[in-house]
């Protein structure tokens, strides 16, 4: 069991840019999900993926954001066109079911300039 | 709409300390509710998870209790060490899948 990796750890980019996170739960876990978090305040979810197939999308999740998860296995999430606003950690979690809790990774800090 | 309060928003104590940490959420047609600790630009750790028919759980220093029927649940740290400073964040989930968490308690125990 080596945890939930995320990568990259942290991400600068220039607003208008695209940017790509990867997540990579762990390997028994068949629940993966996307939350987002600012500065003081708790994460939100965004969506969430039962193997392949994704079950749940935050209105948060605006057209600009895709979250795929190919095979059941490492998930992405792209954010199109960034804006300032989309400046946050952005945190993914696995879990093998309701009973077990989650397992959050690291998270992706992300900077829009 | 589910929503989660946790008081206090800090708190500051001297090492050694015993202190509670509280959180309440509006709809108690809960399935578990989890404590977690965030460390300054870090992921989640998880501390303790209750389902909906416990009432609570203990790990090492660390209590957490469940009162489903009045939306409450209180985090228990005893002995505090300057090790235990963080966030603390309490996170409820219902009939769906996702997590709702509160804004957390900043902690900090002074040598």
Known sequence: ?113 | KQEVTQIPAALSVPEGENLVLNCSFTDSAIYNLQWFRQDPGKGLTSLLLIQSSQREQTSGRLNASLDKSSGRSTLYIAASQPGDSATYLCAVQGGSEKLVFGKGTKLTVNP
């Open chain 1, 1 to 113: 069991d080596t945890g939930v990796s995320q990568d990259p750890r942290h991400k600068i980019t220039k607003r208008g840019q695209n940017v790509t996170f990867r997540c990579d739960p762990i390997s028994e876990h068949n629940r993966l999900y996307w939350y987002r978090q600012t500065l003081g305040q708790g994460p939100e979810f965004l969506t969430y993926f039962q193997n392949e197939a994704q079950l749940e999308k935050s209105r948060l999740l605006s057209d600009r954001f895709s979250a795929e998860r190919p095979k059941g296995s490492f998930s992405t999430l792209e954010i199109q066109r960034t804006e300032q606003g989309d400046s946050a950690m952005y945190l993914c979690a696995s879990s093998r079911d309701l009973n077990y809790g989650y397992t959050f990774g690291s998270g992706t800090r992300l900077t829009v300039v």
